[in-house]
Protein backbone atom coordinates (compact mmCIF):
# COMPACT_ATOMS: atom_id res chain seq x y z
CA UNK A 1 0.00 0.00 0.00
CA UNK A 2 3.15 2.63 1.11
CA UNK A 3 4.42 1.51 -2.71
CA UNK A 4 1.08 2.40 -4.59
CA UNK A 5 1.04 5.78 -2.74
CA UNK A 6 4.68 6.93 -3.98
CA UNK A 7 3.50 5.70 -7.46
CA UNK A 8 0.31 7.65 -7.04
CA UNK A 9 1.61 10.77 -6.30
CA UNK A 10 4.11 11.12 -9.02
CA UNK A 11 1.30 10.09 -11.64
CA UNK A 12 -1.23 12.82 -9.63
CA UNK A 13 1.46 15.97 -10.17
CA UNK A 14 2.29 14.76 -13.53
CA UNK A 15 -1.76 14.67 -14.08
CA UNK A 16 -2.09 18.48 -13.21
CA UNK A 17 1.25 19.69 -14.68
CA UNK A 18 0.20 20.32 -17.66
CA UNK A 19 -2.92 22.33 -16.83
CA UNK A 20 -0.43 24.44 -14.59
CA UNK A 21 1.43 25.37 -17.50
CA UNK A 22 -1.17 26.14 -19.61
CA UNK A 23 -2.38 28.50 -16.85
CA UNK A 24 0.80 29.88 -16.23
CA UNK A 25 1.10 30.60 -20.12
CA UNK A 26 -2.47 31.75 -21.11
CA UNK A 27 -2.00 34.93 -23.44
CA UNK A 28 -3.45 37.63 -21.59
CA UNK A 29 -6.55 38.83 -22.91
CA UNK A 30 -7.51 35.82 -24.48
CA UNK A 31 -11.02 36.69 -24.31
CA UNK A 32 -13.86 39.98 -24.31
CA UNK A 33 -12.99 42.26 -21.05
CA UNK A 34 -16.22 43.69 -19.32
CA UNK A 35 -15.61 47.22 -18.24
CA UNK A 36 -18.69 48.32 -15.63
CA UNK A 37 -19.53 51.70 -15.94
CA UNK A 38 -21.23 53.48 -12.42
CA UNK A 39 -23.50 55.71 -14.08
CA UNK A 40 -26.20 55.96 -17.15
CA UNK A 41 -25.76 56.30 -21.02
CA UNK A 42 -24.77 59.57 -22.42
CA UNK A 43 -23.12 61.02 -19.08
CA UNK A 44 -19.59 62.62 -18.24
CA UNK A 45 -18.73 59.05 -16.92
CA UNK A 46 -20.04 57.02 -19.75
CA UNK A 47 -19.32 58.95 -22.79
CA UNK A 48 -15.31 59.02 -22.13
CA UNK A 49 -15.92 55.46 -20.87
CA UNK A 50 -17.11 54.11 -23.86
CA UNK A 51 -14.30 56.22 -25.73
CA UNK A 52 -11.12 54.48 -24.05
CA UNK A 53 -13.05 50.83 -24.43
CA UNK A 54 -13.15 51.72 -28.04
CA UNK A 55 -9.46 52.45 -28.17
CA UNK A 56 -8.31 50.03 -25.54
CA UNK A 57 -9.57 46.85 -27.53
CA UNK A 58 -7.89 48.40 -30.15
CA UNK A 59 -4.46 47.31 -28.47
CA UNK A 60 -5.63 45.04 -26.26
CA UNK A 61 -6.89 42.98 -29.26
CA UNK A 62 -10.09 41.82 -27.78
CA UNK A 63 -13.45 43.44 -27.25
CA UNK A 64 -13.98 45.68 -24.27
CA UNK A 65 -18.04 45.14 -23.52
CA UNK A 66 -19.14 48.11 -21.67
CA UNK A 67 -22.14 47.53 -19.12
CA UNK A 68 -23.79 50.28 -17.24
CA UNK A 69 -24.62 49.45 -13.43
CA UNK A 70 -26.27 51.90 -12.10
CA UNK A 71 -27.28 52.42 -8.30
CA UNK A 72 -26.42 54.34 -5.44
CA UNK A 73 -24.55 56.60 -7.07
CA UNK A 74 -22.29 54.40 -8.41
CA UNK A 75 -21.82 52.97 -5.32
CA UNK A 76 -23.81 49.49 -6.15
CA UNK A 77 -20.73 48.67 -9.65
CA UNK A 78 -18.08 49.51 -7.46
CA UNK A 79 -18.83 47.27 -4.52
CA UNK A 80 -19.69 44.65 -7.19
CA UNK A 81 -16.10 44.70 -9.00
CA UNK A 82 -14.45 45.07 -5.38
CA UNK A 83 -15.90 41.98 -3.99
CA UNK A 84 -17.92 40.18 -6.23
CA UNK A 85 -16.13 39.58 -9.51
CA UNK A 86 -13.19 37.36 -10.19
CA UNK A 87 -9.69 38.96 -9.80
CA UNK A 88 -8.23 38.40 -12.93
CA UNK A 89 -8.40 41.52 -15.14
CA UNK A 90 -11.17 40.31 -17.02
CA UNK A 91 -13.77 43.17 -15.00
CA UNK A 92 -12.84 46.82 -14.82
CA UNK A 93 -14.47 49.16 -13.45
CA UNK A 94 -14.85 53.17 -14.96
CA UNK A 95 -16.38 55.96 -13.02
CA UNK A 96 -15.34 59.42 -11.96
CA UNK A 97 -13.00 60.76 -8.88
CA UNK A 98 -13.21 61.75 -6.49
CA UNK A 99 -17.10 61.00 -6.28
CA UNK A 100 -15.75 56.89 -5.43
CA UNK A 101 -14.23 58.21 -2.17
CA UNK A 102 -17.41 59.85 -1.25
CA UNK A 103 -18.87 57.00 -1.80
CA UNK A 104 -16.93 55.08 0.51
CA UNK A 105 -16.55 57.37 3.24
CA UNK A 106 -20.14 58.93 3.71
CA UNK A 107 -22.17 55.97 2.97
CA UNK A 108 -19.81 53.17 4.55
CA UNK A 109 -19.57 51.19 1.09
CA UNK A 110 -18.83 47.69 1.05
CA UNK A 111 -15.24 48.95 -1.08
CA UNK A 112 -12.24 50.87 -0.13
CA UNK A 113 -10.66 52.65 -2.73
CA UNK A 114 -7.38 52.34 -1.72
CA UNK A 115 -7.23 48.70 -2.20
CA UNK A 116 -8.50 48.63 -5.14
CA UNK A 117 -6.03 48.41 -8.48
CA UNK A 118 -5.45 51.09 -10.31
CA UNK A 119 -5.10 51.09 -13.92
CA UNK A 120 -5.10 54.84 -14.63
CA UNK A 121 -7.40 57.85 -15.74
CA UNK A 122 -7.43 59.64 -18.81
CA UNK A 123 -10.25 62.88 -18.10
CA UNK A 124 -8.81 65.11 -15.87
CA UNK A 125 -9.07 68.97 -14.67
CA UNK A 126 -12.93 68.83 -15.39
CA UNK A 127 -13.85 70.96 -13.06
CA UNK A 128 -17.27 71.35 -11.78
CA UNK A 129 -20.05 74.12 -13.38
CA UNK A 130 -23.11 75.84 -12.26
CA UNK A 131 -25.22 76.57 -15.43
CA UNK A 132 -28.58 77.29 -16.46
CA UNK A 133 -30.67 77.45 -19.49
CA UNK A 134 -30.09 79.92 -22.46
CA UNK A 135 -33.58 81.60 -21.53
CA UNK A 136 -33.36 81.36 -17.82
CA UNK A 137 -34.27 84.53 -15.66
CA UNK A 138 -30.62 84.15 -14.25
CA UNK A 139 -28.27 86.26 -16.09
CA UNK A 140 -25.24 85.59 -13.66
CA UNK A 141 -24.65 83.62 -10.48
CA UNK A 142 -25.08 87.14 -8.34
CA UNK A 143 -28.42 86.93 -9.53
CA UNK A 144 -29.01 82.85 -8.05
CA UNK A 145 -27.63 84.49 -4.77
CA UNK A 146 -29.99 86.81 -4.73
CA UNK A 147 -32.97 84.58 -5.28
CA UNK A 148 -32.07 81.71 -3.18
CA UNK A 149 -32.61 84.27 -0.26
CA UNK A 150 -36.23 84.29 -1.06
CA UNK A 151 -36.63 80.60 -1.63
CA UNK A 152 -35.10 77.49 -1.95
CA UNK A 153 -33.76 76.99 -5.61
CA UNK A 154 -33.69 73.20 -7.02
CA UNK A 155 -30.84 72.09 -8.10
CA UNK A 156 -30.10 69.14 -10.51
CA UNK A 157 -26.66 66.80 -10.13
CA UNK A 158 -25.66 63.95 -11.80
CA UNK A 159 -24.56 60.61 -10.06
CA UNK A 160 -27.05 60.91 -7.31
CA UNK A 161 -25.90 60.60 -3.24
CA UNK A 162 -22.43 59.88 -2.75
CA UNK A 163 -21.35 61.74 -6.54
CA UNK A 164 -18.95 64.42 -6.78
CA UNK A 165 -22.53 66.37 -7.31
CA UNK A 166 -23.69 65.90 -3.54
CA UNK A 167 -19.99 67.46 -2.88
CA UNK A 168 -20.71 70.44 -5.08
CA UNK A 169 -24.21 70.96 -3.21
CA UNK A 170 -22.39 70.78 -0.16
CA UNK A 171 -20.18 73.42 -0.39
CA UNK A 172 -22.45 75.86 -2.18
CA UNK A 173 -25.13 75.13 1.15
CA UNK A 174 -22.04 75.49 3.76
CA UNK A 175 -19.79 77.66 2.01
CA UNK A 176 -21.67 80.28 -0.35
CA UNK A 177 -24.82 80.06 1.73
CA UNK A 178 -27.28 79.28 -1.23
CA UNK A 179 -30.63 78.29 0.07
CA UNK A 180 -31.18 75.21 -2.43
CA UNK A 181 -32.70 71.78 -2.47
CA UNK A 182 -30.81 69.09 -4.17
CA UNK A 183 -32.56 66.96 -6.97
CA UNK A 184 -30.19 63.93 -7.81
CA UNK A 185 -30.20 62.33 -11.01
CA UNK A 186 -28.25 59.52 -12.89
CA UNK A 187 -26.43 61.13 -15.38
CA UNK A 188 -25.37 64.64 -16.56
CA UNK A 189 -27.09 64.35 -19.83
CA UNK A 190 -30.53 63.76 -17.47
CA UNK A 191 -29.64 67.02 -15.92
CA UNK A 192 -29.38 69.25 -18.67
CA UNK A 193 -32.87 67.93 -19.79
CA UNK A 194 -34.14 69.10 -16.32
CA UNK A 195 -32.52 72.22 -16.50
CA UNK A 196 -33.80 72.62 -20.29
CA UNK A 197 -37.52 71.00 -19.18
CA UNK A 198 -37.61 73.85 -16.51
CA UNK A 199 -38.11 70.98 -13.97
CA UNK A 200 -35.07 72.38 -11.76
CA UNK A 201 -33.79 76.04 -11.62
CA UNK A 202 -29.40 75.38 -11.96
CA UNK A 203 -28.18 72.49 -13.02
CA UNK A 204 -24.33 71.47 -11.96
CA UNK A 205 -21.53 68.95 -13.81
CA UNK A 206 -18.28 68.93 -15.56
CA UNK A 207 -17.21 71.28 -17.65
CA UNK A 208 -16.70 68.98 -20.66
CA UNK A 209 -20.29 68.28 -21.08
CA UNK A 210 -21.42 72.42 -19.96
CA UNK A 211 -18.90 73.19 -22.82
CA UNK A 212 -20.62 71.26 -25.43
CA UNK A 213 -24.02 72.50 -24.46
CA UNK A 214 -22.41 75.94 -23.84
CA UNK A 215 -21.24 75.96 -27.32
CA UNK A 216 -24.32 74.65 -28.63
CA UNK A 217 -25.85 77.37 -27.04
CA UNK A 218 -28.69 75.18 -24.98
CA UNK A 219 -27.06 76.43 -21.80
CA UNK A 220 -25.52 79.30 -20.05
CA UNK A 221 -22.43 78.48 -17.54
CA UNK A 222 -22.55 80.78 -15.12
CA UNK A 223 -19.19 79.87 -12.66
CA UNK A 224 -16.53 77.47 -12.67
CA UNK A 225 -15.07 75.75 -9.39
CA UNK A 226 -11.91 76.17 -10.94
CA UNK A 227 -8.52 77.57 -9.68
CA UNK A 228 -8.56 80.28 -12.85
CA UNK A 229 -10.78 80.62 -16.03
CA UNK A 230 -11.02 78.24 -18.86
CA UNK A 231 -9.55 78.93 -21.91
CA UNK A 232 -12.76 77.73 -24.10
CA UNK A 233 -14.92 79.71 -22.21
CA UNK A 234 -12.49 83.05 -20.75
CA UNK A 235 -15.76 85.85 -20.13
CA UNK A 236 -16.94 82.39 -17.38
CA UNK A 237 -15.89 83.30 -13.99
CA UNK A 238 -14.26 81.04 -11.59
CA UNK A 239 -16.07 81.14 -7.93
CA UNK A 240 -13.34 82.37 -6.17
CA UNK A 241 -13.47 85.36 -8.49
CA UNK A 242 -16.97 85.90 -7.33
CA UNK A 243 -15.60 86.05 -4.04
CA UNK A 244 -15.72 82.33 -2.67
CA UNK A 245 -12.38 80.65 -2.13
CA UNK A 246 -12.03 77.28 -1.07
CA UNK A 247 -14.57 75.62 -3.90
CA UNK A 248 -12.30 74.02 -6.40
CA UNK A 249 -13.45 70.97 -7.44
CA UNK A 250 -11.76 69.27 -9.32
CA UNK A 251 -13.26 65.91 -11.65
CA UNK A 252 -11.74 62.88 -13.64
CA UNK A 253 -12.88 59.55 -14.94
CA UNK A 254 -10.73 56.57 -14.58
CA UNK A 255 -10.57 52.62 -14.27
CA UNK A 256 -10.18 50.10 -11.86
CA UNK A 257 -9.52 46.19 -11.05
CA UNK A 258 -10.21 44.23 -8.37
CA UNK A 259 -7.99 44.18 -5.44
CA UNK A 260 -5.14 41.33 -6.09
CA UNK A 261 -5.86 41.65 -9.96
CA UNK A 262 -2.47 39.76 -11.02
CA UNK A 263 0.23 42.54 -11.75
CA UNK A 264 1.70 41.41 -14.67
CA UNK A 265 -2.45 41.51 -16.05
CA UNK A 266 -2.58 45.24 -14.76
CA UNK A 267 0.23 46.20 -16.23
CA UNK A 268 -1.15 44.90 -19.57
CA UNK A 269 -4.48 47.00 -19.20
CA UNK A 270 -2.46 50.07 -18.10
CA UNK A 271 -0.20 50.07 -21.03
CA UNK A 272 -3.60 49.99 -23.17
CA UNK A 273 -5.21 53.15 -21.54
CA UNK A 274 -1.59 54.81 -21.72
CA UNK A 275 -1.37 53.86 -25.10
CA UNK A 276 -4.88 54.86 -25.97
CA UNK A 277 -4.38 58.57 -24.63
CA UNK A 278 -1.51 59.02 -27.04
CA UNK A 279 -3.81 57.69 -29.96
CA UNK A 280 -4.53 60.68 -32.48
CA UNK A 281 -7.72 59.54 -33.25
CA UNK A 282 -8.19 59.53 -29.52
CA UNK A 283 -7.30 63.05 -28.93
CA UNK A 284 -9.12 64.13 -31.94
CA UNK A 285 -12.22 62.59 -30.39
CA UNK A 286 -11.55 64.52 -27.20
CA UNK A 287 -11.18 67.93 -28.75
CA UNK A 288 -13.77 67.10 -31.03
CA UNK A 289 -16.62 66.36 -27.81
CA UNK A 290 -14.59 69.04 -25.31
CA UNK A 291 -13.76 65.73 -22.98
CA UNK A 292 -10.24 67.33 -20.78
CA UNK A 293 -7.71 65.21 -20.90
CA UNK A 294 -5.19 64.57 -18.29
CA UNK A 295 -3.83 60.98 -18.38
CA UNK A 296 -2.00 59.52 -15.22
CA UNK A 297 -0.60 56.47 -15.06
CA UNK A 298 -1.78 53.76 -11.93
CA UNK A 299 1.22 54.85 -9.32
CA UNK A 300 0.19 59.03 -10.12
CA UNK A 301 -3.37 58.03 -10.55
CA UNK A 302 -3.07 56.26 -7.16
CA UNK A 303 -1.19 58.94 -4.96
CA UNK A 304 -4.30 61.46 -6.46
CA UNK A 305 -6.88 58.75 -4.21
CA UNK A 306 -4.73 59.32 -1.38
CA UNK A 307 -4.71 62.64 -1.44
CA UNK A 308 -8.54 62.97 -2.11
CA UNK A 309 -8.77 60.61 1.26
CA UNK A 310 -7.53 63.82 2.79
CA UNK A 311 -8.97 66.59 1.50
CA UNK A 312 -12.17 64.86 1.57
CA UNK A 313 -11.89 64.16 5.02
CA UNK A 314 -12.20 67.94 5.39
CA UNK A 315 -15.33 68.70 4.50
CA UNK A 316 -16.64 64.79 5.85
CA UNK A 317 -18.82 66.30 8.53
CA UNK A 318 -20.57 68.43 6.61
CA UNK A 319 -21.29 65.64 3.71
CA UNK A 320 -22.60 63.27 6.24
CA UNK A 321 -25.08 65.86 7.31
CA UNK A 322 -26.04 65.96 3.91
CA UNK A 323 -26.82 62.31 3.75
Request: net charge positive.
Amino acid sequence: MHSMKKLLVPLLILSIYPSLVQAAQEKFPSRPIKMVITHAAGGSVDLPARAMAQYMQKYLKVSVQCDNMLGGGGRKAMEYVFGQVKPDGYTIVASAFPSRLIGELVYDSKYKMKEYVHLGSWVGGDYRTIFVARDSVFKDFRQVIEESKKRKINVGGGGGLGSTSQLQIVYLKELVKLNLNFVPFDSDAEVTAAVLGKHVDIGTGPLSGAIRNHKSEEIRILAVHAPKRIKEIPEIPTMKELGFDGVVIPYGVGAWAPPHTPKERAKILSDAITTSCKDPEFIKWAEKSSTMLDPMGPEEFYKVTLEDYRSIEKVLPLLKKEK
